[in-house]
Structures are given as C-alpha cells and as structure tokens.
C-alpha cells in the first residue's frame, strides 16, 4: 500500500512540474534601455505594465511650459487607447482583459480624485454594445504619480481565448 501512495506522489509531483515547465515566458521590450517590459506574456496571459496619458500638448523648452495630459476623463481615454494597441500588436483585444488595476491621483484643479469622469471614459472601452466585456477591476487613490501633470496609471491582464 506504501508504494502504491509513494508511486501516486510521484507521478502527481511529476506531472505537476511537467505542466509548470510549459508555460512561456516572453516580454515585450519598449526598447533595449528600458528596464521595464510593456507587457510579459507568462503562457496565454498578458500582463501589461502601468500605462500613462500621453500628452494633450508637449512640454516647450523654449517657452518654459510643462507637458499637458489633460483632465482625468482625458488621460484615462489616452492610457486605455494605448493599451488597445499593446494588445493588438499582441494579438489581442479589449474582450480578452479580465482584470484591471487603475491608480488615481488627485486632480489639483478639483482638490480630489475624479473617478466618475475616469468611469465615464472607462465604459467608452467596455461594456458597450461593439464590445461588451467588463473586466474586473481595483481602483485605488495614491498621493502622487511619477511625474507632474499624470493623474492616474492603468495595468492590465489578458488573456489568449482558445
């Protein structure tokens, strides 16, 4: 009876490490410098790092203007357009996120977290008739983000149907 609980282990521990050494790993460079991946597929899951609005008017050195992002309703359209690029180049779409994680600063012109306007952008990108998945999501206030004028960072999780 021994052998035949130590053979089942056995065969149990082995077929869990042949399904653990199966899944690929592979991550999506911005560029050699970076020290961050835009993405990491980990087997039929993608894994999008934190995306930032890209600016609504670029920083002028020459006039000493900082860099506009816009308003939160502006950014989170921004971030969620970039987002539905990474996933594209990967195969992917907006019906494949199941999870997001978005991280909210205060808006200096409200003195507050503007979540109904990131919301509002929000269901532009899900749970509309073209597309109508709703993704789990987190939201979560956090004092400052890494850099001026960047009022919430959004990450995702995809996964690959079959």
């Known amino acids: 009876m021994k ?3 130590a053979a ?6 082995l077929s ?8 690929v790993v592979k991550h999506i460079q911005p560029n050699e410098k970076s020290p961050i991946a835009t993405a990491v597929w980990a087997g039929d899951t993608l894994y999008v790092s934190g995306q930032l609005a890209d600016p609504v008017t670029p920083a002028d050195a020459a006039k000493g203007t900082a860099a506009d992002y816009g308003d939160t ?3 989170t ?3 969620l357009s970039k987002i539905q690029k990474i996933l594209k180049e990967q195969g992917l779409d907006m019906k494949d996120v199941v999870k997001c994680t978005v991280f909210l600063a205060a808006d200096p012109k409200l003195g507050k977290i503007d979540f109904a306007n990131m919301n509002a952008s929000f269901s532009q990108y899900f749970g509309t008739k073209e597309q109508p998945n709703k993704p789990a999501r987190s939201a979560f206030q956090v004092a400052n983000l890494v ?8 990450e ?6 079959k």
Do not use: D, R
């Open 3 to 5: 052998i035949k609980f």
């Open 8 to 13: 089942l282990a056995t065969a149990l521990t």
């Open 16 to 23: 869990f490490a042949a399904a653990h050494a199966q899944v």
């Open 73 to 75: 309703k502006t950014q």
């Open 77 to 79: 359209a921004s971030i």
């Open 147 to 154: 850099g001026p004028g960047y009022l919430l960072e959004i």
């Open 156 to 161: 995702m999780i995809a996964v690959k149907g």
